[in-house]
């Protein structure tokens, strides 16, 4: 499997695995993962940003024989003015198909992207997993990534308008 930088083409490509991401973190967790109807959709044009002007962010694909199986999507963040780090990487999304699991391509794709934002000398690097994601806590954890925080969610049933 190649790990590569994603282009503009691949976009429409990576969109139905980002409906899929989207789809099983809601299947987790509906109040925290409330989506809007078609949420891939309101990827696209950051994706394209992403993917033409890479600078500042990480946007890979694995791809095998012309076929995608995977995507990761990082950017570098600006960080609220009290702290003495002033920017941090942020892993906002990680997939494989389910015929590319268990291969390392996750991990390959995760450790690229280190490499990536050690290059742009990039400090730290964050991301959020599901509670119930186990297995990508294991999978960051072998990567050097440690548990910083812990979210927490309390639902009030106040509707909204």
């Not at 002033?86 to 390959?108: C, L, S, T």
């Not at 509670?131 to 050097?144: K, M, P």
């Amino acid at each position: 499997m190649l790990i590569r930088t994603a282009t503009p083409d691949d976009v429409p490509k990576v969109l139905p695995m980002v409906a899929k991401i989207c789809a099983l973190h809601e299947n987790w967790d509906t109040a925290k993962y409330g989506f809007l109807p078609h949420p891939e959709q309101r990827y696209e044009k950051w994706l394209t940003r992403l993917a033409t002007s890479s600078d500042r962010s990480v946007l890979l694909v694995a791809e095998d024989e012309g076929k995608l199986g995977g995507f990761l999507i990082a950017t570098v963040e600006r960080e609220i003015p009290i702290y003495r780090l002033k920017e941090y990487a942020f892993i906002h999304d990680i997939w494989v198909e389910p015929e590319y699991r268990q291969n390392g391509v996750a991990r390959q794709m995760v450790m690229l992207c280190v490499d990536r934002f050690k290059e742009m000398e990039v400090q730290q690097i964050r991301l959020d997993t599901a509670a119930v994601n186990e297995t990508a806590r294991r999978l960051f954890a072998s990567c050097g990534f440690r548990i910083s925080t812990i979210e927490m969610l309390k639902e009030l049933g106040v509707k909204s308008p």
